[in-house]
């Protein structure tokens, strides 16, 4: 293990690629909620427009409730964008790759079924991918994470807080 584990981080202003890679990764957030609505519209007029559920304020507060959930997750995930824009700066981080890590979680929800007396599970995993440059912890995308060799050298360049990966560097063994 070497002795001297500490990653160089750099403060540096954002350039013309660094900003246009930030805005093209805001212009799915920002497509997506239209994409839902039409969605829920579609639904609705196909199979709900004959129903009472809408009519009922169960029913509006059900889809009010999921909405503003819906939109303020939305919301957070453009503003995380829209700050590293504002702030116009980046961290570049330089070191050794000491260790990377996967970590994939599986969450199953149960839900009972009233009428026949059964149950039914539904289960989703996510998969998050990191990278320790000198015992440091950093997120990466899973594009990133195949090119990575434990022991190389890395020059990694991230927006500061949507962690969005500017740029990844991945050179020979580093001498110290």
């Known amino acids: 293990m070497n002795n001297n584990l500490n990653p160089m981080k750099e403060k540096l202003p954002l ?12 212009i799915p957030i920002l497509v997506f909620p239209f994409l839902v609505v039409g969605m829920f519209y579609g639904f609705y007029s196909i199979f709900w427009s004959d129903s009472q559920f809408l009519q009922d304020k169960t029913g509006q507060y059900m889809i009010i409730g999921f909405s503003v959930f819906f939109f303020g997750i939305i919301a957070y995930m ?11 700066f980046k961290y570049r981080i330089t ?29 989703s995993t996510s998969r998050h991918y990191y990278v320790y440059i000198d015992d440091v912890q950093y997120p990466i995308e899973q594009q990133h994470y195949g090119k990575l060799k434990v022991g190389k050298a890395i020059v990694l360049e991230q927006a500061p807080k949507s962690h969005l990966t500017l740029l990844l560097e991945v050179t020979e063994n580093r001498t110290h």
């Open 15 to 26: 350039n013309k690629q660094d900003i246009k890679k930030i805005r093209n990764h805001l």
């Open 78 to 88: 453009i503003s995380t964008s829209v700050i590293d824009l504002r702030r116009c």
């Open 95 to 123: 070191g050794t790759i000491t260790d990377k890590k996967m970590d994939v979680r599986t969450s199953t929800t149960h839900s009972p079924n009233g009428k026949t007396g059964s149950s039914s599970s539904h289960s």
